[in-house]
């Protein structure tokens, strides 16, 4: 397996500029003979859509919902970060890249990090220009606040609301193009194989989830756009149709894994009141530059009504540890603490795993309708969901998996180990390291799909030359067969139990032993359990109905198979990974006060792993880190 990064030589700094001026373009007249495929329609696939459709290519986007309004970055909620310095608080574009790359716990890619914070005002022009109602000063002046790790506010926010705006300014876009006919969208096409001609990625085999159609698509290049793997837990903060199934068979096509067991748990979720519960919601991390972190100091007051614990009773864990950062300490620490406190018999709640978010202070400093003006969405859907006003008493709150660091491993041109193969967003690895900063997932789609991507993909067209494969081909008919002979499979085994069954269950075996804490003996459980549930899945599954017509259960079906699958890997990549980082928390490895220990010797790089059959232990590559403008340090918060 070929890892080369192709990162550009000379100065961090010139890097990307450097790298566009050296790289191949496509004349404008001849944009026109070029077909490209993109599946997701969500910040990232959406935005490359459309600037693609724009220069002048012939672009199909895909994506499984009704509409790409529906994509899963409609629910980020608390805001964007970018390097403007309009507090004039001392951010800079070295300040973003040296915050995300310490965020991550040193185990990013520098080149890829510093062009993500140097396009990061780019992203606000062009979302202001779109019209994207970013919340706004007195004076007109844009907005900003604060997020985890980072003591400038550099967060520019609409209300709670930021990825659904976002998501309709880059919709805006993506049909103005639908409508000059540059992009043809396909909505409600679920992504089953990636096709391979030559070994390169030449198009997509689909089906039709209304009709049951199975479709196949030729291009000069596929873009995947599909997000993170959450759901692997059943239980997250992401939609309950969010998957891996399009990077997986990716994967099994010969594209690198990469740091699968990188997966961040957000701490500010509404807490599991019960097994009925297909997700989890979140709750903005903004809440926490007003909202203060607290938990009983002592255990039998856990259950009283924290308007009557006294706030010398009380332990603003967060602020204590963590005194320079307070609340806004990042997210993987911010999750350990509360696991922790929980953990000693101090938490909150029905279940005892929940935490205090109170705003008390914060509505006596400032008052309730300036709360409401910051966070109004918030607490009205915090209300709906629990039946209390966080106005008038706290939030509970308890983290809960939500986005994922690890994805399909790519170069500088965000092109996989299958040349013309280019993934983006949260699909990929390239930007956070061990543990992603808040605000900054809608910086990287945004910054994928506007401003990297069209440039990249560019460049291979020119190399590659045009010429999309027959759709009829031989590679597209094997394709297929297999798809339709997989789906068959699943029709096929008549068992008695639902595939919700199988992934309640996969999830509970991921957050027991792969979760928040990990160790050796867990992963080794782990890697002893999934396989037998794989068994049992594909001889007890129970799938009413035909594939001839809409069929959710074979849908939901076809992504727990591919999860039952994945999970393996991302046990063994955390097995693998004997040290703490970011995200990953080896209980083995960690300081006597309870944080991450690294161990930058054996592990400062990328691990790659290349598939070798379903069941069989993947083979690890490796990419080295090496960090010429940030020093190697320990993380400190305090």
Not at 23 to 48: D, E, H
Not at 461 to 470: K, M, W
Not at 540 to 566: Q, T
Request: charged residues 25%; proline residues 4%; hydrophobic residues 35%.
């Amino acid at each position: 397996m070929n890892l080369e990064s192709k990162i550009p030589q000379g100065a961090i700094a010139d890097k990307w500029d450097n790298h566009k001026f050296s790289i191949k373009l496509v004349n404008p007249a001849n944009r026109r003979k070029y077909r490209i495929i993109v599946v997701g329609s969500g910040l990232a696939g959406g935005s490359v859509a459309a600037t693609l459709g724009e220069l002048g290519y012939r672009v199909q986007c895909f994506c499984y919902q009704d509409s790409p309004r529906r994509a899963h970055s409609i629910a980020a909620q608390g805001g964007i970060n970018a390097a403007k310095n309009y507090q004039n608080d001392g951010d800079s574009v070295y300040r973003l890249f040296y915050d995300t790359v310490k965020g991550g716990d040193f185990r990013s890619r520098e080149a890829n990090v510093y062009r993500l914070a140097q396009s990061s005002a780019n992203i606000i022009d062009q979302c202001v220009a779109q019209g994207v109602p970013f919340a706004r000063e007195y004076g007109g002046f844009l907005a900003n606040r604060s997020f985890g790790g980072a003591q400038v506010s550099r967060t520019f926010y609409a209300r709670g609301q930021t990825g659904q705006q976002l998501l309709l300014g880059a919709y805006s876009a993506l049909s103005q193009q639908i409508g000059a006919g540059q992009v043809e969208m396909y909505n409600r096409h679920e992504m089953l194989d990636l096709v391979v001609v030559d070994g390169h990625a030449k198009g997509i085999i689909t089906r039709n989830l209304v009709s049951g159609e199975i479709e196949s698509w030729s291009a000069d290049a596929v873009i995947l756009a599909t997000g993170g793997y959450s759901t692997v837990f059943f239980l997250s903060t992401n939609a309950a149709g969010c998957n891996v199934t399009a990077a997986w068979r990716a994967h099994k096509h010969g594209a690198g894994f990469a740091n699968p067991c990188y997966t961040q748990i957000h701490p500010t979720c509404i807490p599991q009141e019960g097994e009925h519960q297909s997700k989890l919601t979140l709750m903005s991390e903004s809440l926490r530059n007003d909202g203060r972190v607290w938990v009983p100091r002592n255990a039998e007051d856990a259950q009283k009504d924290p308007l009557e614990i006294a706030a010398a009773a009380r332990d603003y864990y967060l602020e204590r540890k963590y005194p320079s950062f307070g609340n806004l300490a990042p997210r993987d620490i911010s999750s350990r603490s509360a696991k922790e406190v929980c953990d000693e018999g101090l938490g909150v709640g029905r279940t005892g795993f929940g935490v205090y978010l109170d705003f008390a202070d914060a509505i006596e400093r400032l008052g309730q309708p300036a709360i409401a003006e910051k966070y109004g969405n918030l607490f009205e859907m915090y209300e709906r969901i629990t039946g209390e006003n966080a106005y008038q008493r706290p939030m509970r709150i308890y983290p809960a998996p939500h986005y994922t660091m690890g994805g399909l491993w790519v170069d500088y041109n965000l092109e996989t180990t299958i040349p013309g193969c280019f993934v983006l967003g949260e699909a990929n690895f390239s930007d956070h390291g061990a543990n992603r900063l808040g605000a900054s997932a809608l910086m990287q789609g945004l910054a994928d799909g506007y401003f990297i991507a069209p440039y990249t993909v560019a460049d291979y067209l020119a190399r590659e030359g045009a010429g999309a494969p027959d759709p009829e081909g031989p590679a597209f008919r094997e394709a297929e067969a297999a798809v339709r002979d997989r789906i068959g499979r699943l029709l096929g085994v008549g068992g008695k139990r639902s595939a919700r069954s199988f992934h309640i269950e996969l999830g509970r075996i991921m957050w027991e032993y792969c979760g928040m804490a990990r160790n050796e003996s867990g992963l080794e459980k782990a890697l002893e359990l999934i396989p037998q549930l794989r068994e049992a899945f594909w001889s007890d599954v129970n799938i009413p109905g035909r594939d001839e017509y809409l069929n959710i259960e074979l849908e939901r079906a076809g992504r727990v198979a591919d999860l039952l699958e994945f999970a393996e890997l991302m046990c063994h990549d955390a097995l693998d990974r004997k040290e703490s980082c970011g995200g990953h928390f080896r209980e083995e490895f960690q300081t006597a006060e309870g944080e991450a220990l690294r161990d930058d010797e054996a592990y400062t790089h990328v691990s790659v792993w290349e598939f070798q059959g379903v069941g069989n232990v993947p083979v690890k590559h490796r990419e080295d880190l090496e960090f010429e403008n940030v020093e190697l340090a320990v993380r400190n918060y305090k």
